[in-house]
């Protein structure tokens, strides 16, 4: 409980800090995540803790309603807060689409990451109140749903009753699958995928990584869930808690850089007109083009400035006719008068002549 105080206080200068900015929006989105992974956790863990028949994975739900359970949590809080947050849930997802150009801001990186550390272990909180768990400082290897690798195998099995021992194989597969793990993410969350089925896709992988792992590691791909359990159990699972911090990012960072490099779609010069507009192309590095769009744009400046002075002198030209059209009306109503002014001259010596 020490632990999960200190880490919400350090959460709440983190999210209120004005130095990030947009603090009622990251506020917002920080609680978001610590809600999102608290499910994850209760909802993945809690199966693996609560259904799972202890020392006979193959009783109770199984390896395969664990895999469910975890796939199951990301899937629906996908569709709950993905329009929020964007349902990150995961400080290896948060790396990896930090790096991959998805996800801005080294302030935000900082508060998702502590929510769901946070998030985490509230949930395994709830856990521990429901199944009142007695183990001591040397709990064994998986107690209380926690990550670890066996070094040994016994009768036959590792801790998780598979086959696979040592630091090798689980940093492997930790990197690996979480490498996987963010492709389909990054991927189906792509402008060009069907958004609708992102979720699905998520939760569909995660689902597959845990039936693939479990029989490893246990199953993390996710530091803040590793946390969140070894947090009340202690001993092993702490002192292996550093794989599944490690290895996760790893495998995201590689998975952002990739692409990043290789599958994100740069903007395509189409024609000559492609640089017209300032966040046209932005990517595109055809440098004869960007030139070639470049002089077009000056061309075109000057036949709109060669447009203008037409329009201009035709304007001049106007207002020149509209002045010599003023001016010969003076002139016909100057006429007029002076008509007017012989008539009435006309008019006077005939009424003198009339009057001799």
Known sequence: MALCMTAIMVFTQIASGPEFGGVMALWKRSVAELIGTFWWVLGGCGAAVIACVVGNPYNGIGYLGVALAFGLTVLTMAYAIGHISGCHLNPAVSVGL??????????????????QCIGGILGAGVIYIIVNPQFGADAAI?????????????????????????LTAAFTAEAVLT???LLVIIGSTDKRAPAALAPVAIGLCLTLIHLIAIPITNTSVNPARSLAVAAYVGGTAVSQLWLFWVAPIIGAIVAGIIYKCIFEEKAACVGEDCHEKKDDCKNCDDKKTVEKAEAKKEEKKAEVKKEEKKAEAKKEEKKAEVKKEEKKAEVKKEEKKAEVKDNEEEDEDDEEEDEE
């Open 142 to 166: 998986g107690t209380f749903a926690t990550n670890g690798w066996s070094e040994e195998l016994v009768n036959g099995v590792n801790a998780f009753g598979g086959k696979a021992v040592g």
């Open 179 to 181: 490498c996987f793990f």
């Open 98 to 115: 930090f790096v991959s150009g998805r996800f801005k801001g080294v302030g935000d990186l900082i508060s998702y990451i502590v929510a």
